[in-house]
């Protein structure tokens, strides 16, 4: 049952919360909004707003939850912090591991850590691995994940802010792309967001569109509902391996 508006998604899990900028596209955090909002509620693990905090006490949600289900993993935090110990990870990837019948997409902007990390250690079949890709600034990422032997390595390219070029997506299975949203969104030029769907057509590699955002594609801002999802009136939402949320 989905239980998020993420659309590439079907539930969250978020064993950390909080996190820090580290790119260009951290700039406008939806989840640094969603955290303050939620700091002024009173809610559990939000007392210091977008502070990065570990949450023991969530780790076994996943074990409560017998129907399978594709998991978003931190998606108000990254996994691989600097804040996040390896020790944490461990006990974390042991529940990942006790429950085979989910699947738990992790996405990080640090890939430097994500490198450590599994150096020493083997991705569980149910992982998928993803980085962050919003311009041309940050494409060494997708080096660093291609190194990684999990069963599915992603790219999220949103916010798309900068035109990311030519793509090498030798070993990359699936691909999401969006435009970013909020009073002060950036503006997503349509002939980036084409450059990256013919790539992933040319090298046969799913391709998920999630959004406009605030800008629409004929460059107007308006609520990004309005905007819609669709790419000259067509929606092309795939997943890898015809998995389907």
């Given amino acids: 049952m989905k239980t998020t508006k993420i659309e590439w998604t079907e539930a969250t899990w978020n064993p950390s919360v909080g996190c820090t900028k580290v790119s260009a596209g951290c700039k406008n955090c939806y989840a640094e909004v969603m955290a303050r909002r939620l700091q002024a509620m009173g809610a559990h693990g939000y007392e210091n707003g977008f502070e ?21 993993v931190n998606s108000m935090s990254d996994l691989f912090h600097e804040n996040m110990t390896f020790d944490f990870l461990d006990k974390l990837f042991k529940i990942i591991i006790e429950t085979p019948q989910h699947h738990y997409q992790i996405l990080t902007k640090r890939e430097k850590k994500l490198k450590r990390y599994f150096a020493t250690r083997d991705v569980p079949n149910n992982v998928w691995l993803g980085v962050t890709v919003e311009n041309a600034d940050v494409k ?72 406009w955002g605030t800008w629409g594609s004929d460059g107007k801002k308006r ?23």
Avoid at 52 to 69: D, S
Avoid at 158 to 182: A, F, K, M, N, R
């Fill in 52 to 72: 990065f905090c570990i949450l023991p006490e969530r780790l076994k949600q996943p074990c409560l939850i017998k129907k399978p289900t594709i998991f978003f």
């Fill in 140 to 211: 060494d990422r997708i080096d660093v994940l291609r190194e990684i032997n999990a069963s599915i390595r992603f790219l999220s390219i949103e916010p798309l802010i900068g035109d990311v070029g030519i793509l090498d997506l030798t070993d990359i299975h699936w691909v999401i792309v969006g435009g970013e949203s909020g009073a002060n969104a950036r503006k997503m030029d349509p002939t980036w967001l084409h450059n990256v769907q013919c790539q992933c057509e040319a090298q046969n590699v799913a391709f998920f569109f999630k959004q």
């Fill in 223 to 245: 609520n990004k509902h309005a905007n819609g999802k669709e790419i000259n009136g067509k929606i092309y939402q795939s997943y890898p391996n015809a998995v389907m949320v």
